[in-house]
């Protein structure tokens, strides 16, 4: 019978080449795998497409600011609400107060002081239709307005601002001494900071029906405040 | 639209369902693969061709890298005595974290592909929600835009199974010994699934070793092949082949082992998209997906007591899987 010695150290070194493989595997290519399922972004809008959010916020404001000024009610009470129907649905809450800002609850024609606001988790919609489309844009408002009942008509200067959001897209607004009288659709004065998707643009009210969006690269577009529609200017006004 | 609708699957339908679509744990798990089959394809064809690639794409993907996992157990092959053997493997890839979800762009599109009544409305299809392997109790959504808004928004469907490791089984028997071969094959009985077709699985390969020729080598040495081919009802269509080299080292009842593999998957999808309300607009959908793994470097070890007890990994180009087989025989 052949018999062939070897030394066992050649099997020892062999035992460790397994270990020694795995452990250089795993430090090449790791445990890990690599994702293989889309992880797409969403797309990135264009200042076209900002501004166009724009207008639909100016124009929803042309809605909901006037009601600062407009809403009556014959109760007194801490809070009041409003519902909004049509093309911006929802509700909206108010607190009068006399004395401005912090002062004491009031009803709405004694007032000189409001905060106008959306509910956590209960925007306002704004159902977009785009050539018998539909789609919806959801608004949170948190505006502070000052009163004026010695002008004729009655006005509020609204500050304050909110939120947009429109699927994915998210972006914020503030208003800076928007004036809204009541009877009016269309703010006669005051501008709305919009920033959203990496732009800010600003809109400025002048009371007719068209409000002038100005972006920070001196873009400027027209906003009908009837439809929201923006159109872009040739000439920044 | 071409992409809505909610799926309503039991949780232990779906999971029946992914062990079908993983390849053939139906057998083990018996019965389970008209449900299954029925799982798949009612979730299919609530959504549309781009959808349904997202959607799949990790079954998709790990499929290939399976079932090439686990070709051979030793590179040791006789060449003058006779060896078989038959039994189960069992192989897994574990999914990345970020593959139970999906979210797919189709920018600057007509939307009118989606419903009619957009035509010629350009703007963007954002889809996201739960892989086939995702949440069972989370629908998906597809949602335009137009103009920087949201034009329409739909929900889709569920994953299948909430699961990050899609597997497959595969029974498998070998038969070689004369001048260093070796025939291997996997097969699984055709199974009628009613009006989703048949289920079948088959696959075969041939190994060779060169120690007979190149004598005195401290290791085997061996290299061969293996095409097989899946067929999951009317819906998948698969292939994968791999051609690979190992080498092994026996130590009394334990062999380590090794080896380099070139390999490439395919995988058919046919189903009809069922528009949930207007039937003119139902359509066949039809797309090959090539696999994305082309290569792997494996590492084992197999204990031969009584039975080959043999476990190893794939470390992939793309993949990393991890299988294991008991085989009966000499």
């Known amino acids: ?237 | 639209m071409r992409v809505f609708a909610k799926g309503h699957r039991n949780r232990r339908g779906r999971s029946a369902a992914c062990l079908l679509l993983a390849g053939l744990v139906c057998l083990l798990v018996g019965g389970a693969e008209r449900a299954a089959a029925q799982d798949v394809e009612e979730l299919l064809t609530q959504v549309g061709e781009d959808y349904a690639v997202a959607y799949s794409s990790p079954f998709l993907y790990s499929f290939g890298p399976n079932a090439n996992s686990n070709m051979y157990s030793t590179a040791h092959i006789p060449w003058t005595r006779i060896v078989f053997g038959i039994g189960v493997k069992g192989m897994t890839t574990q999914l990345n974290e970020t593959d139970q979800t999906f979210s797919k762009v189709i920018e600057n599109v007509d939307l009118g592909a989606y419903d009619p009544a957009l035509a010629g409305q350009f703007g963007d299809v954002f889809m996201s929600g739960p892989t086939i392997f995702g949440s069972t109790s989370t629908n998906g959504r597809v949602q335009g835009f137009y103009n920087g808004v949201e034009v329409f928004n739909a929900e889709t469907i569920p994953g299948l199974v909430d699961s990050r490791w899609s597997p497959l089984v595969a029974p498998e028997a070998y038969v070689g010994g004369v001048f260093g071969l070796k025939a291997t094959v996997r097969y699984l009985p055709e199974i009628d699934t009613g009006s989703y077709g048949k289920t079948k699985y088959f696959g075969y390969g041939l190994q060779w070793n060169v120690n007979g020729i190149l004598k005195n080598l401290p290791v085997d040495i061996m290299a061969g092949f293996f095409t097989q081919e899946l067929d999951v009802g009317t819906i998948y269509q698969s292939e994968a082949s791999t051609y690979f080299a190992a080498v092994s080292k026996s130590f009394t009842m334990l062999t380590v082992y090794g080896g380099l593999a070139a390999e490439d998957s395919k995988m058919d999808v046919a189903y009809e998209f069922i528009h949930p309300s207007d039937p003119t607009l139902n359509s066949d959908v039809n797309f090959s997906i090539d696999g994305i793994q082309t290569s792997r470097f494996t590492l084992g070890v197999t204990l031969d007591f009584l039975a080959k007890l043999n476990v190893e990994a794939g470390f992939g180009n793309k993949l990393t899987s991890y299988s294991a087989g008991l085989m009966f025989g000499l």
């Open chain 1, 1 to 237: 019978m052949k018999h062939t010695h070897r030394s066992p150290w050649r099997d020892y070194l062999t035992l460790l080449i397994l270990p020694t493989l795995l452990i250089g595997a795993l430090a090449l290519g790791g445990c890990s795998n690599d994702s293989v399922a889309p992880q797409d972004e969403v797309p990135a809008l264009s200042v076209d497409e900002v501004a166009n959010q724009a207008g639909w916020v100016a124009m929803a404001t042309g809605i909901v600011g006037p009601q600062t000024v407009e809403f009556t009610a014959k109760s007194d009470k801490n809070s009041y609400e409003y519902a909004f129907t049509g093309n911006v649905a929802g509700v909206v809450h108010l607190d009068f107060f006399s004395g401005g800002a912090g002062g004491t609850s009031a009803t709405p024609s004694e007032a000189d002081y409001v905060d106008l606001y959306t509910a956590d988790g209960a925007p306002l919609v704004i159902t977009v239709g785009i050539e018998g489309l539909e789609g919806t844009i959801l608004l949170t408002f948190a505006m502070a307005a000052d009163l004026d009942r010695a002008a004729d008509p009655d006005e509020a200067t609204i500050n304050g601002g909110g939120t947009f959001a429109s699927g994915p897209y998210a972006a914020s607004f503030e208003f800076n001494g928007v004036v809204v009288g009541n009877g009016s659709s269309y703010p006669s004065a005051g501008t709305m900071v919009f920033t959203g998707s990496g732009f800010v643009m600003t809109v400025t009210f002048d009371g007719d029906n068209t409000a002038n969006l100005l972006t920070g690269d001196g873009q400027a577009y027209t906003i009908d405040l009837d439809t929201g529609e923006v159109t872009e200017a040739l000439v920044p006004q």
